[in-house]
C-alpha cells in the first residue's frame, strides 16, 4: 500500500497511532536523515583523499592532524547511528517501530520526533539510565 503524505502532515497524538500516515512519515524522515549522514561520509572521504599533510608549520601539521582525527571520530559515530536508523527502518517494516522494546506500550509522538531511532519510552529510557548509573557508582 502507498501512502501519499500531504506537505504540511505532522503526527498528532490524536490521529492512531502508528497508522499508515504516520508511518510513512517517519520512515520517510529516517531515509532522509540516513541520505544526509551518508552525503556527510561521502564528503569526509572526499576530503581525506584530496589532502596528505602539506603543511611546512609542525603546528598547522598537527591543527590539521587534529581535525582528522575529530572529523573521522564524528563519522565513526555515525556510521553507527545509520545502523540504528537501519534498524528503525526495518522495525518500520515489521510493524514494531514506536513500540517501547521493553513494555511494548507507544514511546509518544514528541519523543519519536526527536529522537526517530527511540526504542524505549521516556519512563523506560529513565529507569535504564538510573540503573546504569547504579552499577557504575558500584
Not at 529510557?125 to 547504579?134: A, D, I, S
Amino acid at each position: 500500500m502507498t501512502v501519499t503524505l500531504p506537505p504540511d502532515y505532522r503526527p498528532t497524538e490524536d490521529e492512531p497511532f502508528m497508522n499508515e500516515t504516520m508511518k510513512e512519515y517517519f520512515r520517510l524522515k529516517l531515509l532522509r536523515w540516513r541520505a544526509e549522514l551518508l552525503r556527510d561520509s561521502d564528503e569526509t572521504l572526499q576530503h581525506l583523499q584530496e589532502g596528505g599533510l602539506q603543511e611546512p608549520d609542525i603546528a598547522d601539521r598537527a591543527s590539521a592532524e587534529a581535525d582528522r582525527a575529530l572529523e573521522l571520530r564524528t563519522r565513526d559515530r555515525e556510521r553507527k547511528l545509520i545502523a540504528k536508523i537501519d534498524a528503525a527502518l526495518q522495525r518500520v517494516e515489521d510493524g514494531s517501530y514506536g513500540l517501547c522494546e521493553e513494555t511494548g506500550e507507544p514511546i509518544g509522538i514528541r519523543r519519536l520526533e526527536a529522537r526517530p531511532i527511540a526504542t524505549l519510552s521516556i519512563e523506560a529510557q529513565e529507569r535504564h539510565e538510573r540503573l546504569e548509573r547504579t552499577h557504575r557508582e558500584d
